[in-house]
């Protein structure tokens, strides 16, 4: 919808203000900022769909603000409008070279505004599509590995600001190789996908986070959870999974699979090794396959 689009409105003159406001709100989301450090300031505590920046301002040129974003890893991606009265190629050249997208001149012309931004807009949203696509794994519909890393570098950093533990699962199909020589690869893939359902189906938190690592082998990242609590989870886990059954063999009859997991949880600080907490509960996944499988290896 394109009311959920967000857009920072960046310029000194309200009468301008006002212009493009009353093009723009009955379709966007508008948030405005008079000065350059209020730019920078909104744009990273709102991250904003798109910046409409005046280039020339009192306190920091449009230039020194994208600039200043440009080299913030937060807003580095946001994409910037120049506005400008100027109608020079040579302004226009160092604006894009800064690394707006586009430029919109005054006078304001409704059709223009509207149409550029519209084209950003559907740019903007091809590229959301196409990123969400790359992270979800087509089989089982979950986050991918590559999702998986950019949400456990996210709440890895978080929770040391917030001093509060974080939980991590891995699980692996027991015994993946037989069903597969046995059963074949397409059949297989139902195993991988039965899995990945009674995983979601055990974990009840919106914030918690169940990903395809890859292969037959899962992760789930548990959001202020210590160990207890990855614990239990993972239990419940490998529960639902034990309890579930599969029917793909020619005759019908139901087939029953195991999962073997390792969990950990810790209170991350800054110079903790989110790497090291990664493998450890790999390295425990690995201790409950090596003592019997269908089972939860749970150590800090």
């Known amino acids: 919808m394109a009311n959920d689009f967000n857009i920072l409105i960046v310029d000194d003159d309200s009468f301008e203000i006002q212009i493009l406001v009353e093009m723009l709100k009955y379709d966007y989301s508008l948030m405005v900022a008079k000065c350059g450090k209020a730019a920078i300031h909104m744009a990273i505590k709102y991250i904003p769909d798109l910046i409409l920046l005046d ?15 440009k080299n913030r890893e937060e807003t580095k991606n946001i994409p910037v409008i120049f506005i400008t009265s100027s109608t020079g190629t040579s302004e226009e050249e160092k604006g894009l070279r800064l690394g707006a997208v586009d430029y919109i001149t005054k006078p304001f012309s409704n059709t223009v505004v509207r149409a550029r931004i519209s084209i950003h807009v559907r740019i903007i949203n091809q590229i959301r599509i196409t990123e969400q696509i790359g992270m979800i794994d087509p089989l089982t519909k979950l986050p991918n590995r590559r999702a998986f890393d950019i949400r456990i570098h996210d709440e890895w950093h978080r929770a040391i600001r917030q001093k509060s533990p974080i939980g991590l699962i891995f699980a692996d199909i027991d015994h993946f190789k037989m069903y597969n020589d046995t059963y074949g690869h397409l059949q297989g893939d139902k195993v991988i996908t039965f899995v990945a359902q009674s995983i979601v189906s055990a974990i009840h938190r919106s914030s918690d986070m169940a990903s395809r690592f890859g292969g037959e082998e899962f992760v789930v990242l548990l959001i202020n959870t210590d160990l207890e609590g990855a614990c239990i989870v993972a239990e419940n886990i490998r529960k639902t999974v034990e309890c579930g059954t599969i029917i793909f063999s020619e005759d019908g009859s139901p087939t029953s699979v195991t999962i073997s997991s390792g969990c950990v949880s810790t209170i991350p600080t800054a110079d903790g090794e989110m790497r090291a907490f990664i493998e450890k509960a790999d390295q425990n996944m690995y201790a409950a396959k090596k003592n019997g499988r269908n089972r939860v290896e749970c150590s800090i």
């Open 55 to 69: 280039v020339l301002m009192p306190d920091m040129s449009g230039f020194d603000v994208i600039t200043d974003l």
